[in-house]
């Protein structure tokens, strides 16, 4: 195993099965030396892990477990296109939206759910930029929606 | 008429105006060899398809028509900057934002009208992935709004 | 001082320091010739702005006021990673989103704000696409949310 399944593994975690698209897209599109995937829903096993909104129906630790199971998902979409974990050279940006009240200001803690989880798996390669958005409502119900994108380890020459 | 301007004849489509900006903005801008369109609203003829939310004002089939005519608008603003429908290689992506009411859940059904359009027109290359977004409210009241980031069929050297 | 560092001091304008990160990211980021910024929330001297949702708490003129600010902490934000703001080749795409009220249609005269201030500093280097989209809550209040790519000047050979 190379550097990132190893820590994978340090800090107890497998990457999940690619959830299946719920319309006509694909989890993740290669171009030149960037990986970007769709946006990634709180699905885990199967099913999301909360739905609402946060601030309403889910709480804010529940909200921070779904802004990591999405960011988990996101991951494990671009190894899947990549062929694996170790494909990848850097995270550079994560796009988060987060379906929550009109007067929710804990959006940071939230999405600090997934930008934590990607520095500790990536280290000084999982800094980026980031999107944190409220929004009304995410498809199913999905209490936030996160993408990101990634740059591969071992880019052919010329790109 | 190459490939993909044939395919709009058998689809019975013609590809529209591009819609004038209601901003200081541009419909589309090239960067190496990837074209990005500004988020195009569900302008036909100069007038929005409809107007409010889907799931209250606007129902799911009119949602579905104004994601068709929001990606009809942006692949038109593509086309145009490259000098035709032909010149576009490839769709890499789709970023909708569906104005929604806060207990609506149709979000995929709504932007498939977007991302089938895209995989009947380019086929496999049309293959994207997406952003998929409820919202309260949208520019003008649009029911969507939606971009698009496309590869050029025919890169110069060094791109 | 080059020519956009010179039209600065013409517009009588100042670039922030870069507002501190409110969560795990950082403020900008560098692959190939762009830079993309983290979206950047309303904050002047260390305070936002204005805070609620334009339409309510938030008149048009104050929500201009913030998109005019959430750009400059932008634009500070790459020009602070490449080492001035000369070294800016050109801004690309402008992504903006307003707290709005459910029945607010003014996005485009805010957004303009940023993207007025943009073509202003860099001319028709400041042309860029953009997507502008109301939310019900953005971070801490903010009433706008604004991130920019942006193109170097002097591209390293082979980018």
Redesign the interface.
Known sequence: MGAVADRLVELGLALPAVPAP????????R?GD?V????QLAFRDGALTATG?VGAEVSLEDGVDAARQAALNAIAAVADLLGGVDEIGAV????G?I???????G???V??GA??LI?QIFGTAG???????????????SPV?I?IVA?VASPVAGE
Do not use: K, M, Q, W
């Not at 319309?23 to 599109?29: H, L, M, Q, R, T």
């Not at 379906?99 to 200001?105: E, G, V």
């Open positions: 719920v319309g006509s897209y694909v989890p993740a599109i171009h960037l970007r995937t769709t946006g909104r550079l940006e994560v796009i939206y379906a929550c009240t009109d007067d929710f200001t959006h940071a803690p999405l600090n930008s934590d520095e800094r980026h930029i980031r999107y944190n958005v409220g929004v009304n409502r995410l498809p199913l119900g929606e993408g740059s």
